[in-house]
């Protein structure tokens, strides 16, 4: 799907770590590549464990991006995509971010995965033009 150009990413590591999985899914484009994929990805922190002192010892990364893809104006396809990545706190605020920014990466790699395979599925002749 060289088609496809990723939109620029908004600030921030969940948007960098989103758009580096999906250039790695769709590959390098062309230059004059016609489509315009745009996400807009958020993820929230989920407790799930507490241990015995009330602090929580394992909580869910649910990531959520929504896409659009555009040739132009045009609104080709869109949707969203959930994602979960579990993550363990430990003792050491640095292994837990540590941790914590692994999963997100993994998370961001696995929704990139969704997207692709869904617009895959989706494509229509149309989409890349006369």
């Known amino acids: 799907m060289n088609q496809v150009r990723l939109a620029p990413a908004a600030r921030g590591d969940l948007p960098d770590r989103l758009n580096r999985a999906l250039a790695r899914?769709?590959?390098a484009p062309l230059p004059e590549?016609?489509?315009l994929l745009?996400?807009?990805p958020s993820a929230v922190r989920r407790g799930l464990a507490v241990g015995q002192d009330d602090a929580v010892t394992?909580?869910?990364l649910d990531l959520s991006v929504s896409y659009r893809l555009r040739r132009g104006d045009v609104l080709l396809a869109s949707g969203e995509?959930?994602?979960i990545a579990a993550v363990n706190a430990v003792a050491s605020q640095y292994a837990t971010l540590v941790s914590e920014?692994?999963?997100l990466g993994r998370a961001a790699e696995d929704a990139?995965?969704?997207i692709?395979?869904?617009?895959?599925v989706e494509a229509r002749p149309e989409w890349w033009g006369p």
């Open 38 to 40: 745009e996400t807009t």
């Open 81 to 83: 995509v959930e994602t």
């Open 112 to 114: 990139a995965d969704k």
């Open 58 to 60: 394992r909580y869910n």
């Open 101 to 103: 920014r692994e999963s």
């Open 33 to 35: 590549a016609p489509l």
């Open 25 to 27: 899914s769709f590959g």
């Open 116 to 120: 692709f395979k869904r617009l895959a």
